[in-house]
């Protein structure tokens, strides 16, 4: 054989145009099929590469001929090394977000539901915490891939879930227990206002003060009291109603009319009012994604919060409630267990889905850490928003760490009001979540409280605490031959 012929050997190759910026713009890569190899150069080092024209190896490649004489056997290792660096040239990089304030908003009914919250860096991973004036609620189950972005809101099954550009967001706030309930997402980077720029020292329309509070709903009128705290045109506000406070409430007075939101991931608010005299406001207020109703206010600075010992007690013939539910790990524990007898007992009626009912764990988890010791038992009776147990459970474990809860949480139930009264037949009703039960050492019970008056109530949250306390403590001091 002639050592000067030449052969032509089938070797692959891609080649890219030049005028593309990413390998991952290519949707249709050139293939040459056959580049000749010259027998002549099989002594040339592996590394020794003849080009024609405008081309290279790594990067990006000219339409036009490439003839490279390499060994065989080398090429298709170039070959395989190349497919590779494409394939990591095409994985899409992680999005960046702003680290800082954002203005969120939802739509509900028409309306722009603003609140705040900022996001930070913390350890190769992002958290949030969202505003409602003096709260801050943390976020730490954020996943970010490509521009999409998805934000567990805490202990609830709700999510929010949208797209990364630049210094916006934009998505859906999704309740994922209730079917269709997926409400339009927006926010805005480097915005810290909420209805309006707060200015302390604006001149503006005061609402401040305590007012004497009625809702109209549809077939109802519950009393509340209102407490409004103003600063220029920048006012905080609660609600505290018979089955519990409103939490915490921010917002403005923009052209004389007061505009306050709250977003807690389950609690969706819109209020607003003006003023019909000195003293009386009018107003509405939106909730969720479809109820809304009028409200007005009294101003009187002796307003009390509405009587919540009365609305659930025993039905005659009752002293006690009896019970057998299972906690997270399947055990059925029941109200007549050896390790309750003779202690006092306090039973919370609650929900992990109910931002009051976790106000009330974090007082009651810190609360029982420094009075176990003095023969209390605390068991929490959670009632969710499916019946299915492995639903059900898993949102309690998850409530249980997020708050570090050490007493027991039974999985009670579905969350209807009328199904969760059947699992206690001693009681009228349930009303509200939480519903404190107070058992005295006899197995008796002596109080019943509905709602709770959490941390936004300021002054109230400090007169709930005392009284806890002193009705524990009163229990706590019966002898045996008093009961």
Not at 75 to 88: K, Q
Not at 325 to 339: A, G, K, L, T
Not at 385 to 409: H, N, P, W
Request: some cysteine.
């Amino acid at each position: 054989m002639d050592s000067k012929a030449k052969h032509s050997y089938p070797i692959k190759a891609i080649v890219i145009p030049s005028e593309a910026r990413n390998p991952c713009e290519v949707s249709n890569p050139c293939e040459v099929g056959s580049l000749e190899r010259s027998e002549e150069s099989s002594c040339r080092e592996a590394t020794n590469l003849d080009y024609q024209g405008d081309c290279v190896l790594f990067g990006t490649f000219a339409p036009s001929v490439v003839s490279i004489n390499l060994v065989s056997s080398v090429m298709n290792r170039l070959f395989i090394y190349l497919l590779f660096l494409l394939t990591l040239s095409c994985t899409q990089p992680e999005s960046q977000i702003q680290s800082g304030i954002w203005r969120g908003a939802i739509t509900i009914q028409g309306r722009e539901l603003p609140f705040n919250f900022d996001i930070q860096q913390a350890g190769g991973s992002y958290i949030a915490y969202i505003h409602n004036a003096e709260e801050r609620i943390l976020l730490d189950d954020i996943t970010i891939k490509g521009d999409s972005i998805l934000m567990t809101l805490h202990t609830f099954d709700a999510t929010f879930r949208g797209k990364v550009k630049g210094d916006s967001l934009i998505g859906r706030f999704v309740i994922n227990y209730t079917a269709g309930y997926s409400l339009p997402f927006t926010a805005a980077f480097g915005q810290a206002y909420r209805f309006a720029v707060s200015d302390t020292l604006a001149t503006v329309t005061d609402f401040s003060g305590k007012y004497d509070v009625q809702f109209f709903n549809e077939n109802s009128t519950p009393r509340a009291m209102g407490v409004i705290k103003q600063k220029g045109n920048y006012a905080t506000a609660t609600f505290l109603t018979p089955t519990g406070d409103l939490r915490y409430i921010e917002g403005n007075v923009v052209n004389d009319t007061l505009w306050l939101s709250a977003f807690d991931g389950n609690h969706i608010f819109i209020f607003n009012a003006t003023k019909s005299s000195d003293s009386t406001i009018l107003g509405r207020q939106w909730l969720g994604r479809a109820r809304n109703r009028k409200w007005d206010g009294k101003l009187n600075p002796n307003a009390r919060p509405p009587e919540s010992e009365s609305l659930t007690y025993l039905k005659p013939g009752y002293e006690r409630i009896d019970f057998a539910f299972p906690n997270v790990d399947s055990v059925v524990i029941r109200s007549d267990d050896e390790r309750f007898k003779n202690k006092v007992v306090i039973l919370q009626i609650l929900g992990s889905w109910c931002p009051n009912c976790l106000d009330e764990t974090r007082f009651l988890v810190d609360w029982y850490k420094e009075n176990h010791d003095r023969g209390v038992e605390i068991i929490g009776l959670a009632y969710e928003q499916k019946e299915d147990f492995g639903y059900a459970s898993k949102r309690v474990k998850k409530m249980k760490e997020k708050l570090g809860i050490s007493y027991e949480v039974l999985v009670a139930g579905s969350s209807d009001n009328q199904k969760a009264a059947a699992t206690l037949p001693a009681l009228n009703q349930v009303i509200a979540f939480p519903t404190t039960i107070f058992i005295g050492k006899d197995g008796k019970v002596k109080y019943i409280h509905t709602g709770f008056a959490g941390p936004g109530t300021g002054e109230y949250y400090e007169e709930m605490k005392e009284r806890f306390s002193q009705t524990v403590n009163e229990l706590l001091s019966v002898k045996e031959n008093e009961r």
